[in-house]
């Protein structure tokens, strides 16, 4: 298939350092508050880069929890591929790709694990359904069919049911440490807007990029 004629015509609206604000998670911040008042399904989906040791990346997407000036978070099956990679290689990146407003941030650092304390809170915030779910897929794994895990899960909902449902210890969550920002402004004839920001000991430093 010749996908030539799909070419996407950029607005005007540009994006200048002088426009950017010094932090890049103040920068971020804004950027996502746009985003979920431009009504973007699920503005917090996020794609996720890891790579084993034989050097071979992966990518999927996950959803955005939480974020502040310490980093963002996500979590998951601490036995899937990607915690097995992360594992490895604690270096991972991030892509949000808000197309309709004409912007990418992309982000690299480092992952460490949140603290149980912190884990457990928002696991209590997950509908019970999403609760028990954790507890009956073993991500990452091979399975014979579907109805084996639809069985798994209702044989949980029997264990659980009256019940709270606790944190399983293979699940938690996960802190990216950036270490770089790129905030991605589409414009016409494709001469994209750039801005990175690097981190440099405990200040970040700001730079223009070619598209």
């Known amino acids: ?13 540009g994006l200048s350092k002088k426009e950017t604000l010094p932090s890049p998670f103040d920068q971020f911040d804004l950027w996502f508050k746009d985003a979920t008042q431009a009504d973007i399904i699920e ?3 996020m794609t996720l880069s890891t790579v084993d040791t034989k050097g071979q990346p992966s990518s999927r997407t996950v959803l955005l929890k939480s974020y502040n000036d310490e980093g963002l978070v996500f979590f998951t099956n601490y036995e899937s591929l990607k915690a097995q990679q992360m594992d490895q290689n604690p270096k991972v990146a991030l892509l949000f790709a808000w197309l309709p407003l004409n912007r990418q941030v992309r982000i690299e650092g480092k992952v460490q694990k949140t603290s149980t304390t912190e884990s457990e809170a928002y696991f209590k915030t997950r509908p019970r359904g999403s609760q028990i779910g954790a507890w ?39 802190r990216v440490i950036p ?33």
């Open 43 to 45: 503005p917090n989906a």
């Open 179 to 211: 270490e770089k920002f790129e905030f991605w402004q589409g414009r016409r004839n494709r001469l994209h807007d750039r801005i990175l920001y690097k981190r440099t000991g405990q200040n970040w430093e700001q730079f223009r990029l070619c598209p």
């Open 136 to 174: 009956a897929s073993q991500q990452s794994q091979t399975i014979e069919s579907r109805e084996e895990l639809q069985k798994k899960f209702k044989n949980l909902e029997k264990e659980y049911e009256g019940k709270n449902i606790p944190l399983p210890p293979f699940w938690g969550g996960y």
């Open 1 to 13: 298939m010749n996908l030539d004629n799909i070419n996407h015509p950029y607005s005007e609206k």
